[in-house]
């Protein structure tokens, strides 16, 4: 049927079809999502004109430095992700592409991901408070302690939780601050007895930390290869799998002792 057209009459008709197929995949939505670096926030400040940590019952120490708990922002599970979008992420170190489903559980609604978010972030502030007063020796029935982060779901915040809590009970024990003055920033689950968990996000909270003005970052020890892609100059890492483990570093990080790398 074509072999009387010249060839780039040919050519010109063969190109319309994948023209079109292109075109449909531009415009196509795709199951992924856009994360960035998110806010971060300091759980020995005040967050939305409340305190992050609120203690009675106990005497507070007065802290100095900061400790600031650090998170990811992504496009909502209802977003529309196109094929620009993919692959804009995929070049630029400050944004990550991620399936859809590994953001958002499949099958839930926003209301219902909104609730297990904040499901999560109460889980991890009770665990944060036992693993903080375990830590400490203290009896439970001793002290009222009380945590506020607005806006923030998930559980990733609980490793600054219980170390905010510690430095504002018991400081480094030797009455001066775990922070040593600076800003700390990090991320990491934590159960009760203390283990820390890996959270995901990591490189891009990094992103967020360095934004923040923090020179050192804890992180899970198992997501230590990915804290370190894209990792923003001057911000050191410093892997954790305890709650011991943390704060033992924290104090080298002052004494000058050897603190464990990624």
């Given at each position: 049927?074509?072999?009387?057209?010249?060839?780039?009459?040919?050519?010109?008709?063969?190109?319309?079809?994948?023209?079109?197929?292109?075109?449909?995949?531009?415009?196509?939505?795709?199951?992924?999502?856009?994360?960035?670096?998110?806010?971060?926030?300091?759980?020995?400040?005040?967050?939305?004109?409340?305190?992050?940590?609120?203690?009675?019952?106990?005497?507070?120490?007065?802290?100095?430095?900061?400790?600031?708990?650090?998170?990811?922002?992504?496009?909502?599970?209802?977003?529309?992700?196109?094929?620009?979008?993919?692959?804009?992420?995929?070049?630029?170190?400050?944004?990550?592409?991620?399936?859809?489903?590994?953001?958002?559980?499949?099958?839930?609604?926003?209301?219902?991901?909104?609730?297990?978010?904040?499901?999560?972030?109460?889980?991890?502030?009770?665990?944060?408070?036992?693993?903080?007063?375990?830590?400490?020796?203290?009896?439970?029935?001793?002290?009222?302690?009380?945590?506020?982060?607005?806006?923030?779901?998930?559980?990733?915040?609980?490793?600054?939780?219980?170390?905010?809590?510690?430095?504002?009970?018991n400081g480094n024990?030797?009455?001066?601050?775990?922070?040593?003055?600076?800003?700390?920033?990090?991320?990491?689950?934590?159960?009760?007895?203390?283990?820390?968990?890996?959270v995901g996000g990591?490189?891009?909270?990094?992103?967020?930390?360095?934004?923040?003005?923090?020179?050192?970052?804890?992180?899970?020890?198992?997501?230590?290869s990915d804290a370190?892609?894209?990792?923003?100059?001057?911000?050191?890492?410093?892997?954790?799998?305890?709650?011991?483990?943390?704060?033992?570093?924290?104090?080298?990080?002052?004494?000058?002792?050897?603190?464990?790398?990624?």
């Amino acid at each position: 049927m074509f072999s009387r057209l010249s060839r780039p009459v040919f050519l010109a008709l063969c190109a319309v079809p994948i023209v079109a197929l292109f075109a449909v995949v531009a415009l196509a939505p795709l199951p992924y999502a856009i994360a960035l670096p998110g806010l971060t926030a300091n759980v020995l400040g005040v967050n939305k004109g409340q305190p992050v940590i609120t203690i009675t019952r106990a005497p507070v120490r007065k802290t100095t430095g900061q400790l600031r708990m650090t998170t990811i922002e992504a496009t909502g599970p209802s977003a529309t992700v196109r094929i620009g979008d993919v692959v804009k992420g995929w070049f630029r170190t400050k944004e990550a592409v991620l399936p859809r489903d590994a953001v958002y559980p499949a099958g839930q609604s926003v209301k219902e991901i909104d609730k297990t978010n904040t499901d999560d972030m109460v889980q991890s502030q009770d665990d944060a408070v036992t693993a903080a007063l375990t830590y400490l020796h203290k009896d439970p029935k001793s002290v009222d302690i009380k945590l506020h982060l607005a806006d923030v779901g998930g559980p990733s915040a609980g490793l600054l939780f219980t170390l905010g809590i510690i430095d504002k009970l018991n400081g480094n024990g030797a009455g001066g601050d775990l922070t040593g003055g600076r800003t700390i920033a990090g991320t990491g689950t934590i159960n009760g007895s203390g283990t820390v968990g890996a959270v995901g996000g990591v490189a891009l909270k990094t992103q967020a930390a360095a934004r923040a003005g923090a020179t050192v970052f804890l992180v899970p020890k198992a997501e230590c290869s990915d804290a370190k892609v894209g990792l923003p100059k001057n911000l050191r890492l410093v892997p954790a799998t305890t709650l011991n483990g943390a704060v033992t570093s924290l104090k080298a990080l002052q004494s000058g002792a050897k603190v464990p790398t990624c």
